[in-house]
């Protein structure tokens, strides 16, 4: 698929020319700007895209070799879809009847079913083929519930551009669905002139399209088909700009031999055929320049810029990558269509949650509350609840009550007992209404839980890359107050947990508690300390927020508080929300705060209260005060810090932190002796020591490349003391 001599980096290098606006003031496709942007926030981004493009390319031969040999089994794919709507004014929020239009034009676009597919030449026929890949609303959401699979939203955000916010709450745009279940469509105003960018493999977290809302609602002719969408989410299935972004030099390729080599973009209409200087080229198996076999540029293409009315047709080899996509990266999306396209059924229950056991208990002896939910469209007056700890055998509760559609309702079961140790709570519903359940999807939860008087060895750190980390709980009160949040766009670096304090949908007096699993301090000294990042701007004096963290010795019966702080005492920048022209550097768009990377503090908790404590737990509580965005990262607990460990730390660097594989450890300490190095993980497992008997400052060098991505405690000592570091390993 791709030339001899081009290469992935060659072409991503491409990429970087900017797109101007066309005759009609519109970008046609924000691709190149997108794709800068995450080279900004993603050091990795060429070497992710390039090894995913290695994968997809090397699918896509096999598919067109299968074709070849007349081997090809024509599958056709679903792909489950969500559309987030962002609208700022009526005008902004099209209508679900013109977003069903839409995707019913893409789907006719991607089966070669659309009515002008009889325009496409002649010569293009033969290769002109159907994608074999359709997209249906989603029916359910994340949690089972009736959804049209369209959601309108109000924003007071003016425009988006192509940094993301339309993907996140916290910046006034919507939450990604989980991409592993969902294709996610964001339509919303997009300032520039910009009509659209998509997401290209891999998958990440914002994985999906973005559309300006005036090419679903038909309001900027001659992009008014809702052919947009089917440009962008072409790119999301690894599709590249038919001429391969190379600013006119023909050098450059979409990886794609069934398509000319192409000088340029398209635009207009044009019609009969027509050419530009390129012969031959990188990718393509013909060129641009002649009429003759083949009819100069194919300006039909999808992946060309021209108007709406000008698209009818995609490329067999466009077909293979596509294909190549799904069956490398999105078959859990193609799975799941059948369970979340389909409409509601009559019966159906399940376990929308386990709410005990959770976190840590204290007891062997456990009273499990599970809670039913009616899927279904019939009202539910009883189920069979089967449920176990571990790969014990299963035991049956037999629940009655009443409970209309998304109805919900708690189960007490019968006390279980459990060894200390970690374990797994399964609970799962059958015989609805004494009757067959229809959809056994929802039926089952579990829930990991820790027993034990004894917690986790430290030290420990957490930068939730998985969020809620295993074991951990939120308690909130009142019972419908938001929780916390992963974000993971923001972070020291990125992930952190968010507070949104900005947007709340719940009264002042709420808190929220975010609570650790337990941690054994029994062989801790008095200088024993929790350090903690982070990030917060007040709204103004009136309306500010605070974090308290507390501790419990006794498993979460009570609590005591070892930090607080609130207002401009938390804030982290010298500046309040309220004054946009001086918070300005940490707004999103609508006054919520967010932060760059000095707008970070480090917070360091005394914790000699909880020595000789063998199970401590940590909470972690947002307290409301409609104030603004509050971001928590990196918290570390160590329950020794050496005599001489403070007084060493600034003799004593580690770079670069973040790092792809070398670490430098420098020791500018004179006649330190005999100085040791050790690499150890969260768990405390040594994954490298280094020593060195030394009189002058010496850099040691640390190989981390052929560890796993994560965080590692780096550990010198030396004669006169001790000191630990922590870096970050991102490759």
């Known amino acids: ?125 033969p290769r002109a083929v159907s994608l074999d890949v359709q997209f249906c609303l989603a029916q359910k959401d994340p949690s089972g519930n009736s959804t049209t699979g369209i959601i309108h939203k109000a924003t007071s955000v003016a425009s988006f551009t192509t940094d993301d916010k339309i993907k996140s709450n916290a910046s006034g745009g919507d939450d990604t669905w989980p991409i592993n279940q969902y294709f996610n469509i964001w339509i919303g105003n997009l300032g520039g002139g910009l009509l659209g960018y998509g997401s290209f493999p891999p998958p990440g977290s914002g994985y999906g399209t973005v559309v300006h809302y005036c090419t679903i609602n038909g309001t900027c002719p001659p992009y008014n088909m809702g052919r947009t969408l089917c440009h962008e989410n072409g790119h999301c299935f690894a599709l590249y700009h038919i001429w391969g972004d190379d600013g006119g030099a023909c050098t450059g390729s979409d990886q794609v031999a069934d398509t000319p080599n192409m000088a340029d973009a398209t635009s207009g209409n044009p019609s009969g055929c027509v050419t530009d200087a390129c012969g031959v080229g990188a990718g393509s198996n013909e060129g641009s320049n002649t009429c003759s076999p083949y009819p100069g540029r194919m300006y039909q293409n999808f992946m060309d810029y021209t108007d709406d009315a000008g698209y009818n047709m995609y490329t067999t080899g466009q077909k293979a990558r596509v294909q190549s996509t799904v069956t ?75 409970l209309t559609t998304g109805q919900t309702a708690n189960a007490t079961l019968p006390v279980q007992t459990a060894a200390a140790g970690t374990h797994t709570f399964y609970a799962s519903t059958s015989a609805p209404n004494s009757g067959s359940d229809l959809n056994t999807s929802n039926d089952l939860s579990s829930n990991p839980f820790v027993i034990g008087t004894t917690g986790a060895a430290l030290p420990y750190t957490e930068a939730f890359g998985t969020f809620l980390p295993s074991g951990w709980t939120q308690t909130a009160a009142p019972a419908n107050a938001d929780l ?59 309306y500010s927020d605070t974090l308290d963290v507390y501790y419990s010795t006794n498993c979460g019966n009570t609590w005591n508080m070892v930090y607080t702080k609130g207002g401009t005492t938390l804030a982290t920048v010298p500046c309040i929300m309220s004054n946009t022209a001086a918070c300005s550097a940490y707004a999103d768009g609508q006054g919520c705060f967010i932060p760059n990377s000095s707008a970070w503090r480090n917070e360091n908790v005394s914790l000699a209260a909880v020595v000789g404590q063998s199970n401590v737990l940590f909470a972690f509580e947002a307290r409301n005060g409609y104030g603004s965005n509050l971001f928590v990262d990196n918290i570390n607990l160590q329950a020794v810090v050496g005599v001489n460990e403070l007084s060493q730390e600034n003799a004593i660097s580690v770079f670069p932190n973040p790092t792809d594989g070398t670490v430098n450890v420098s020791v500018n300490i004179p006649n330190a002796g005999l100085t040791s190095v050790k690499v150890y993980t969260v768990v405390g497992e040594t994954v490298s020591e280094l020593s060195d008997n030394i009189v002058t400052p010496k850099n040691f060098k640390v190989n981390l490349a052929d560890k796993p991505n994560g965080i590692y405690f780096i550990e010198v000592k030396t004669n006169s003391g001790k000191a630990t570091k922590k870096v970050v390993l991102n490759k």
């Open 328 to 402: 490398s990266y999105l078959m859990a999306l193609a799975n799941n269509s059948s369970v979340v396209c389909s409409p509601p059924v009559a019966l159906d229950a399940g376990i929308s949650s386990i709410v005990s056991p959770n976190g840590t208990i204290c007891n062997t002896s456990f009273t499990p509350v599970v809670t039913v939910k009616n899927f279904g469209t019939t009202t539910l007056t009883s189920c069979t609840i089967n449920y176990h700890v571990d790969a014990n055998p299963s035991a049956m509760f037999n629940w009655t009550g009443s």
């Open 484 to 542: 916390w949040l992963q974000n993971t766009t923001y972070g020291n670096p990125a992930p952190s947990a968010l507070y949104n304090f900005c947007n709340p949908t719940y009264t002042a007096t709420a808190r929220v508690k975010m609570i650790t699993t337990g941690y054994n301090f029994s062989a801790a000294n008095s200088s024993a300390q929790m350090t903690f990042d982070v990030a917060y701007a007040p709204w103004d004096a009136t």
């Open 1 to 125: 698929m791709l030339a001899a001599g081009t290469s992935a980096s060659f072409l991503f290098a491409q990429e970087h020319i900017q797109t101007p606006p066309d005759a009609n003031g519109y970008i046609r496709c924000g691709q190149v700007m997108y794709e800068n942007y995450l080279r900004s926030v993603d050091p990795k981004f060429d070497e992710k895209r390039a090894e995913a493009d290695r994968i997809i390319s090397e699918g896509a031969k096999q598919f067109l070799e299968a074709r070849l040999n007349g081997n090809s089994v024509n599958t056709v794919y679903t792909i489950p879809i969500v559309v987030h709507i962002l609208y700022n004014g009526s005008g902004q929020n099209p209508t679900d009847n013109q977003v069903k239009a839409a995707i019913t034009q893409m789907n006719k676009d991607w089966s070669r079913t659309n009515a002008d597919a009889a325009n496409t030449p002649s010569a293009w026929v």
